[in-house]
């Protein structure tokens, strides 16, 4: 069974920019939440959406925004760059809404903001 | 910052020794969770520890809940090259979505 996919795997994009991650969770899993994981630190939650709609939201600014879709796939989007955002965006999904349950991580998109 | 102080930040060993990680939290969590992530790979569960006092094992390697729910240790015995990695803390609470976690450490086991 396909784990949890990410697309791209790497990005480079300049200040002011936009970008666009895509991820397809674990076939049967309606939970996908996104992480931010800069390099050296642990990843630091950004949004968990569960059945179409957002369930929670990371201390992150509004240039960040996501949404799913009807088959659960979601996408991460990210407005203005800003030098700060080169990081580890990792996307993880789980069959439930809370914490119960494994939470499966995808291998990530590596964006650089040059 | 971090919710979860995870200590040391790095360690590097030779092949066969023991070592162990910590991961404080002045915040007291329904469970904590373990992962291992190795470079260009996202996090991989290890384990959830939910009940205070609470000690897993598996193979080489026993995490120990804290009695209070504030605190963990990952220990490694006879540590080998494979266990080298990014070790990571989880923090949950009951009815929560998301996952707090640690800095991390780097774990190196040398051949």
């Known amino acids: 069974d396909a784990g949890v996919t990410q697309s791209p795997t790497h990005l480079i994009k300049t200040r002011g920019q936009q970008v666009t991650l895509r991820c397809s969770p674990i076939?049967?899993?309606?939970?996908v939440s996104w992480y931010q994981q800069v390099l050296g630190q642990g990843p630091q939650f950004i949004f968990q959406y569960y059945e179409k709609e957002e369930r929670g939201r990371g201390n992150f600014p509004d240039r960040f925004s996501a949404r799913q879709f009807p088959n659960y796939s979601s996408e991460l989007n990210v407005n203005a760059l800003l030098l700060g955002d080169s990081a580890l965006y990792l996307c993880?999904?789980?069959?439930?809404?809370?914490?119960?349950?494994?939470?499966?991580f995808g291998e990530g998109s590596r964006l650089t903001v040059l | 910052t971090q919710l979860l102080e995870q200590s040391p930040q790095f360690l590097s060993i030779q092949e066969g020794e023991n070592l162990t990680v910590y991961c404080n939290s002045s915040?007291?969590?329904?469970?904590l969770q373990w992962y291992r992530q190795e470079p260009g790979e996202g996090p991989v569960l290890l384990v959830t520890?939910?009940?205070?006092?609470e000690v897993k094992k598996l193979k080489r390697l026993t995490f120990q809940f804290g009695d209070a729910r504030k605190d963990s240790s990952l220990h490694i015995t006879a540590a080998q090259p494979g266990d080298t990695g990014l070790y990571l803390c989880?923090?949950?609470?009951?009815?929560?979505?998301?996952?707090?976690f640690g800095a991390g450490t780097t774990v190196t086991v040398r051949a």
């Open positions: 989880a923090g949950a609470g009951s009815n929560d979505y998301k996952l707090s």
């Open positions: 520890v939910v009940t205070g006092g």
């Open positions: 076939s049967g899993h309606k939970s």
């Open positions: 993880a999904s789980r069959m439930g809404r809370v914490n119960t349950g494994e939470l499966f």
């Open positions: 915040s007291v969590f329904s469970s």
